[in-house]
């Protein structure tokens, strides 16, 4: 924006303010949603419900672990609506994420037996309570450090 249009702005009576014209573009974004798909019809239900909406780039389907990628310029929440909205099933946001990412990928609240191989739960953005779980205790963080080879004056009896 110019000095001409800053003073021009300053001095415009309609009442319209300069912020208002601009609008804020959205960020390019990957969403992966957690449908649960049966069928060929269901895949290509799925897939066509998000395909006409505004600002998709790419649409990818993994049928095995029941998920759904988007690429585009578009709210995770309302793909996650449209989705339910337009197929009528239950659909949510990707809750897994690699467990060489979770400290304690074990811990109670972490650990899910639904999850694809090689995934955990993510503890990060969900329930308060399952990230409390996740946690290691103190004795527990001395006893993996007694025994881990990255400590040099740990046991070395195995």
């Not at 069928?39 to 998920?67: A, F, L």
């Not at 988007?70 to 929440?77: A, E, L, M, R």
């Not at 995934?119 to 990230?131: F, I, K, L």
Request: proline content about 6%.
């Amino acid at each position: 924006m110019g000095a001409l249009d800053h003073i021009s702005d300053m001095f415009d009576c309609s009442g319209r303010s300069s912020h208002s014209k601009y609008k804020k573009r959205k960020q390019l974004q990957t969403v992966e949603v957690k449908v649960k798909m049966d069928c060929e019809g269901c895949e290509r239900k799925v897939k066509r419900s998000v395909e006409g909406m505004k600002g998709v780039s790419s649409v990818d389907i993994n049928p095995k672990q029941h998920k759904l990628t988007v690429v585009g310029y578009v709210d995770p929440d309302k793909v996650v609506e449209r989705v339910a909205h337009r197929t009528g099933k239950k659909a949510e946001l990707w809750p897994y994420v690699p467990y060489d990412v979770v400290a304690h990928p074990y811990a109670p609240g972490v650990y899910d037996k639904k999850a694809p191989a090689g995934y955990v739960r993510n503890t990060e953005y969900g329930d308060p309570r399952t990230s409390q779980l996740a946690r290691a205790s103190s004795t527990e963080v001395r006893y993996t450090t007694a025994f881990s080879d990255e400590n040099p004056q740990a046991c070395a009896i195995m």
